[in-house]
C-alpha cells in the first residue's frame, strides 16, 4: 500500500534530469535540455499580423521560418533588450503530435543544472484563477527556487498550432 507522500515523489522523478536556466526579468526558468535545439543571438524579426501580442514574429533560421515567441510579454514581465537577450530555439509538440522548432527569446541564459527528483516539487496551488499548466514544478538550485517550465505548454498548444499554420 502506498501512502500519500510518494504520489509527489512519483511526479517529480520523472522531472529529474538536465535543465537549462534563462532569465526573464530576473528571475531563473528551467527548461528541459531535450528540448532545446540551439541558443542564438538576437536578430531581425519579421513580423506577421493578427498574431497574439507575444508572438513578435518568425525569423530565417538557415533556411528554416521559425516562429519567435517573447517569453518575457507571454508572462508579462518587463521586456528590455540587452546585449544578452538571445533566442532559444525549442522543439515544441503540437496537439497533432507534429513537431515544430520554434525561437524564445529570453533575457539571457546561465547554465545547464542536473535535478534530482529531491531538488524538485510540485507546482504550489495558486488558486483556481491562475493556469498553472504550462509549470513542470519548482526546483530548488544553490539556495534558489527555479520555475520549471513545460515548454509544449507554454504557448497554448492551439495557439502554437495556429502559429505554425501561419508560417508554414
Request: with cysteine.
Amino acid at each position: 500500500m502506498s501512502s500519500p507522500a510518494s504520489t509527489p515523489v512519483t511526479a517529480t522523478t520523472k522531472l529529474a534530469g538536465k535543465y537549462l536556466t534563462v532569465v526573464l526579468d530576473c528571475e531563473a526558468y528551467g527548461l528541459n535540455v531535450l528540448k532545446i535545439r540551439e541558443i542564438i543571438r538576437l536578430q531581425k524579426i519579421t513580423p506577421v499580423p493578427q498574431l497574439p501580442p507575444y508572438v513578435k514574429g518568425v525569423i530565417n533560421l538557415r533556411g528554416r521560418v521559425i516562429p519567435i515567441v517573447d517569453l518575457r510579454v507571454k508572462f508579462g514581465l518587463k521586456a528590455e533588450f540587452t546585449e544578452r537577450t538571445c533566442i532559444v530555439v525549442v522543439q515544441v509538440k503540437l496537439p497533432s503530435d507534429q513537431m515544430v522548432q520554434m525561437g524564445l527569446i529570453v533575457d539571457s541564459v546561465e547554465e545547464v543544472v542536473t535535478l534530482a527528483a529531491a531538488e524538485i516539487e510540485p507546482t504550489p496551488d495558486f488558486g483556481a484563477k491562475i493556469d498553472t499548466t504550462y509549470l513542470l514544478g519548482m526546483a530548488k538550485v544553490k539556495g534558489q527556487v527555479k520555475t520549471l517550465l513545460d515548454i509544449d505548454r507554454v504557448v497554448s498548444p492551439d495557439a502554437v498550432q495556429a502559429i505554425a499554420e501561419t508560417v508554414a
